[in-house]
């Protein structure tokens, strides 16, 4: 009886979601079957779905469903509804109570990461932190109907709260890019502050996944590292360099210029998370798709250098925040949802690595219950591709051992 409760309750939260809207696109009726609205129009995030499946949070959170494509919670909605669900179709799987503290919510990237996060069902706790304007963020996220429950926490006496018992913690925090700066421009400044919230994780949740998406992600990583090193907690599967908006912009680009539904696109990058150390595996791209050399050149430029386009558009006023905000959530949601027994589950990241000379290496990884289950390495690469790899060691090394010798240097 317990489980046909759960499937109530959450279809419930699916139909209350639903009616809130007044209407479709195009003027119609919201009373037009659910499915047939699906398949026909643009809708609104759909919280309770995320918990489906990761992959499926790149069509929810762009809000778009494929025509044609049937949501496993309509026909789960359908039988909770009407009794339990029959032995033929799928176990519907439990929701992950995660408790999730994102540190520096009230900057570009956390007041959006935080509103992602809080829209999902695999969030039951969602803690904010930062030094200014938390408790505004939080009373405004908090009014929003769905399950998980927000607190705000302000300045660092109330950092080691903020942690307590949190599964994961996802790090935004630092200062952003601005025209004619490089992510390296930025070590001085968010170097201390990943410095100071990693003693603070490794002190109150040392067993926590960590999500570290301040650049340079290329030394952050391995301050980070060396920081819970210093702690005696260190744990190489639990701490992630967040370059899901590498894939994402590769996935996007790539779409672009064949045509394609981006939702359905997959490219791996591996490398590091600056310039030319971000490399795009388009070799391993699937579906595969094949480029003139030029223009092979030029797509991979574009995907390296695209931060920058979106500083140079801002025009001062900014680095890439939403984009940014949509990556993180959707690689906290592959984590949350490997963490919840989810199979299958792979994203790049930059990770402790021996794939390369490198002590570091962003790869797609395997993840599972307790982190990174398996690293499943380079690939085959094409020559071109290779000769990034070469070209990019020597200043991964150099960002690496600059990281590492900052908090070997901290007290």
């Not at 503290?101 to 007041?111: D, E, H, N």
């Not at 109150?204 to 990583?221: D, F, G, K, Q, Y």
């Not at 290496?361 to 390495?377: H, R």
């Amino acid at each position: 009886m317990g489980s046909v409760k759960i499937s109530r309750d959450f279809a419930l939260f699916s139909q209350r979601l639903w009616l809130a809207v007044p209407s479709l696109p195009g003027g119609r009726s919201r009373r037009r079957s659910e499915s047939a609205a699906w398949s026909r129009h643009v809708r609104p995030l759909h919280p309770p779905c995320l918990c489906c499946t990761s992959q499926g949070a790149r069509y929810l959170l762009s809000g778009i469903w494929p025509k044609g494509k049937r949501k496993r919670s309509e026909t789960r909605q359908q039988m909770a509804v009407t009794g339990p669900v029959p032995r033929n179709l799928p176990r519907m799987r439990l929701v992950n109570n995660a408790k999730v503290a994102v540190l520096g919510a009230s900057g570009g990237i956390g007041q959006p990461l935080s509103l992602l996060l809080k829209n999902s069902p695999l969030v039951s706790h969602l803690n904010l932190y930062d030094i200014a304007h938390t408790p505004g963020v939080a009373a405004d996220l908090s009014h929003i109907e769905t399950r998980a429950d927000v607190k705000g926490f302000l300045g660092p006496e109330q950092l080691p709260e903020s942690l307590k018992d949190c599964e994961v913690v996802v790090i935004p925090a630092g200062v952003p890019r601005k025209p004619g700066m490089t992510r390296d421009d930025l070590f001085n400044t968010n170097a201390t502050i990943v410095a100071n919230l990693a003693a603070a994780c490794a002190k109150h949740c040392p067993e926590a996944m960590i999500c570290v998406i301040a650049n340079p992600v290329n030394s952050t990583i391995p301050i980070t590292s060396e920081i819970f090193k210093k702690h005696g907690v260190y744990n190489p599967n639990r701490i992630f360099g967040v370059t899901t908006l590498d894939i994402v912009r590769a996935n996007t680009f790539v779409a672009e210029l064949k045509g394609l539904d981006p939702a359905r696109v997959n490219v791996p990058v591996i490398g590091g998370h600056a310039g030319k150390t971000i490399i795009p595996v388009i070799s391993q791209c699937t579906p595969k798709v094949e480029f003139p050399q030029d223009q092979l050149v030029a797509l991979t430029g574009r995907i390296q250098e695209a931060g920058t386009e979106v500083v140079k558009a801002k025009a001062g006023a900014g680095s890439a925040t939403l984009s940014m905000a949509y990556a993180g959530a959707r690689f906290v949601f592959s984590v949350l949802d490997a963490m919840n027994g989810k199979e299958g589950v792979i994203e790049c990241s930059f990770v402790r690595s021996e794939e390369t000379e490198c002590t570091y290496f962003s790869t797609p990884l395997l993840l599972g219950k307790n982190g990174i289950e398996k690293n499943l390495g380079i690939g085959k690469l094409s020559p071109f591709e290779e000769k990034m790899v070469a070209e990019a060691i020597s200043e991964l090394k150099g960002s690496i051992k600059k990281g590492e010798e900052f908090a070997k240097s901290m007290k």
